[in-house]
């Protein structure tokens, strides 16, 4: 079968769709990733068909990776000024993907891929959508945080029933963003239609929710077409999954190091998170991984101790499970392989689906959690500190290492997606 993925946003969106590619390549199928022109370079290697859908992204505009990390507006000015007003250029590649070399079997969709739902309508091919973290469901039994609003968390906990106002708060604030796309769907003589933010984004043929029942589990209010999966998990650039020598012997020349990072990202908009990560290195006396991207500023300007390593990439399944403590932005992938790791970690949100998955990993018992603002040597070292004194993390956090090690989210998306198809065929 020839089954075209879509979506848009980071390597964290990407990277999902790689593993689901290559194991769907390994059975016979063609897959395909419609997605911003920059990934390229990163997906044909694997031998997997690449198609580019506009709006395209630059990973090297800082001005737009920090409009869309605010965390107040930061949701709101990505889908507004970038992703809505360029809707009718992504159905138009989009369309033109699905219908090249014959058709495509199965169209599988992001919630970012906002193009994909109307592509589907009007062609009649199957559709299957997916999420990568429970936010996305925006459930009135399991409310998210909402990043421009966090005290809303806070009294939902006080206040029982609260939690169901969260949903219908946040479609009240947003109900006039998608008018590009009513829009759009009017001019190629469809109804309205549903809300394309809440709801129109699943499908009802299937919904693949690509993340670990530790994280969230099915609530009332979900679709019925949900199916859990765990984790799809690729971390590899471009197929490279090997760390640099230098990196490799600092890992190998003592004890666990504290590892830093800000995803694929955040990583563009660092701020003086390095800076600040280094001096907290130094005042517990810790060694200390820096996981910098390809942003020289990022560099600290600080004199470094020879306890500290500098290192632009590493996989993270290579890293991850040789550090003392992760500390990350929250990033749903990160996140992913922190947990996968089996290490505590002190996670710093940005936005969009960060503070949620900070939240829960905190539930877990498996992480601290500080806000951007706060994360200064002092107060981050001491969280760390208690990361590091504290047993009932590093236990817990090998307790449900074991529950994602027992899950195959690649295997069970893959199954479900040929399920899905066939059933259509």
């Known amino acids: 079968m020839r089954i075209v993925f879509s979506t848009f946003g980071t390597f964290g969106d990407i990277n999902p769709l790689i593993a689901l590619s290559l194991e769907l390549k390994r059975r016979g199928h063609t897959p395909v990733i419609a997605a911003p022109g920059m990934f390229r370079e990163k997906i044909e290697p694997l031998g997997i068909d690449f198609a580019a859908v506009r709006p395209d992204q630059d990973p090297n505009d800082k001005r737009m990776v920090e409009m869309i990390w605010d965390i107040k507006k930061g949701t709101e000015r990505g889908l507004r000024e970038f992703l809505f007003p360029a809707i009718r ?9 699905v219908e090249a070399h ?74 006039h963003w998608p008018a590009p796309i009513y829009a759009l769907r009017k001019d190629l003589g469809l109804p309205r239609g549903k809300d394309p933010i809440f709801d129109a984004k699943h499908s009802e043929l299937l919904v693949l929710a690509l993340f670990s029942r530790v994280l969230g589990d099915p609530q009332p209010d979900w679709p019925a077409s949900t199916r859990i999966t765990g984790f799809a998990f690729y971390d590899g650039d471009a197929g490279n999954v090997g760390l640099a020598p230098d990196l490799e012997e600092f890992l190998a020349s003592g004890p666990p190091p504290l590892v830093f990072t800000l995803g694929s990202a955040a990583v563009m908009a660092a701020g003086d998170f390095y800076e600040v ?19 020289p500023q990022n560099r600290p300007k600080r004199a470094l101790s020879k306890n500290i390593c500098i290192a632009r990439y590493a996989p993270y399944s290579r890293i991850f499970p040789r550090a003392s403590v992760i500390i990350h932005q929250g990033g749903v992938g990160t996140t992913a392989q922190g947990l996968k790791a089996g290490r505590p970690m002190l996670v710093m949100p940005y936005s969009h689906d960060q503070p949620d998955n900070a939240r ?47 899950e195959d989210g690649v295997r069970t998306a893959c199954d479900a997606l040929e399920r899905a198809a066939r059933t259509k065929l």
């Open 360 to 406: 829960r990993v905190r539930h877990l018992g498996v992480a601290k959690v500080i806000q951007r603002k706060e994360y200064r040597p002092e107060a981050a070292a001491q969280k760390i500190q208690k990361l590091l004194e504290d047993a009932a993390y590093t236990e817990r956090a090998a307790e449900v290492a074991r529950v994602i090690a027992e």
């Open 277 to 295: 990560s280094a001096a907290t290195a130094d005042l517990l006396g810790q060694r200390a991984v820096l996981l910098t991207g390809s942003d």
């Open 102 to 175: 014959g058709g495509a079997d199965l169209l599988v969709t992001g919630e970012l891929a906002y193009a994909g739902p109307i592509v589907a309508e009007k062609t009649g091919i199957p559709w299957a959508s997916y999420v990568l973290a429970p936010l996305s469901f925006f459930s009135g039994y399991d409310p998210p945080v909402l990043p421009p609003y966090p005290t809303l968390s806070k009294v939902q906990s006080l206040v029982p029933g609260v939690g169901h106002l969260v949903p219908r708060f946040a479609r009240l604030v947003t109900r």
């Open 89 to 97: 250029d992504s159905y138009k590649d989009l369309l033109a993907t």
